[in-house]
C-alpha cells in the first residue's frame, strides 16, 4: 500500500502562484506514475498534469499548460504541482495520484493510490 498526504493549498488572489507537495510512503515512490487531478463544486474531476516515473516524460491539460508545472523528487518520496498565474477558474480540490504503469495516462481510473486532496481557492 501507498499512503498519499498533500500539501500546500489555500486562497491566493488571481495572478499568484501555489506549490502543492505530495509526499508518499509505504513503497518504493520511484517506481510510480504521478499525477494531479482536481474537481470543482458540481464538476466531474479532471486531469491536471502527469509525469513518468524518472521525470522523463510530463503531460498537462491545455486548460493549465504554460501556467502549471509537475515535478517530482524521487529522493523525498515527493511529487510537486507549481502553480503560476492562477486564475478563479482553478479553484477546486486538487489531489494527487500514483500508478503502476509504463505509460503516463490521463483517465483517473488508471491510477491506483489517491490523496485526500488539498483545497484550493483563486479569488478575482
Not at 79 to 101: F, H, I
Amino acid at each position: 500500500q501507498v499512503q498519499l498526504v498533500e500539501s500546500g493549498g489555500g486562497s491566493v488572489q488571481a495572478g499568484g502562484s501555489l506549490r502543492l507537495s505530495c509526499a508518499a510512503s509505504g513503497r518504493p515512490f520511484s517506481i510510480y506514475y504521478g499525477a494531479w487531478f482536481r474537481q470543482a463544486p458540481e464538476k466531474e474531476r479532471e486531469f491536471v498534469a502527469a509525469i513518468s516515473a524518472s521525470s522523463g516524460s510530463t503531460d498537462h491539460a491545455d486548460s493549465v499548460k504554460g501556467r502549471f508545472t509537475i515535478s517530482r523528487d524521487n529522493a523525498k518520496n515527493t511529487l510537486y504541482l507549481q502553480m503560476n498565474s492562477l486564475k478563479p477558474e482553478d479553484t477546486a480540490v486538487y489531489y494527487c495520484a500514483l500508478r503502476y504503469g509504463g505509460v503516463v495516462v490521463r483517465n483517473a481510473a488508471g491510477y491506483n493510490y489517491w490523496g485526500q486532496g488539498t483545497q484550493v481557492t483563486v479569488s478575482s
